[in-house]
């Protein structure tokens, strides 16, 4: 099961207003908005990340939310892909411990 409600308590607790349904969310802030997708175990290491980020809308900035033990692997497909959108990879364990892996680097 992907971390949505994770997902959804995490972006609420740093300010955003969350909506969508399913495992697709959108976080807003102020200017900022931040298409958050939350992937399962298997979507997470099997199933390739399109490089759109699955939308068709505006691709400024992504974030895929997964359980922790599986950020390894999607941020090494998320780099080889290279996608033309700024991007990170948020690793949870629950709703208050959670990592953050973006394009270059990891932040706790």
Wanted: charge should be negative.
């Amino acid at each position: 099961m992907p971390p949505v409600e994770e997902a959804r308590s995490i972006f609420r607790s740093l300010g955003y207003s969350v909506s969508g349904n399913g495992s697709e969310l959108r976080a807003e802030r102020k200017w900022r908005t931040v298409h958050v997708t939350a992937l399962d175990a298997d979507e997470a290491t099997a199933n390739p990340v399109r490089p759109d980020g699955g939308s068709t809308d505006d691709l400024g900035l992504r974030c895929f939310v997964t359980w922790r033990g599986y950020t390894g692997s999607l941020t090494d497909r998320l780099r080889r892909l290279d996608p033309p959108y700024e991007w990170a990879v948020i690793g949870v364990e629950d709703a208050d411990r959670y990592e953050v892996v973006n394009r270059s680097e990891t932040v706790a």
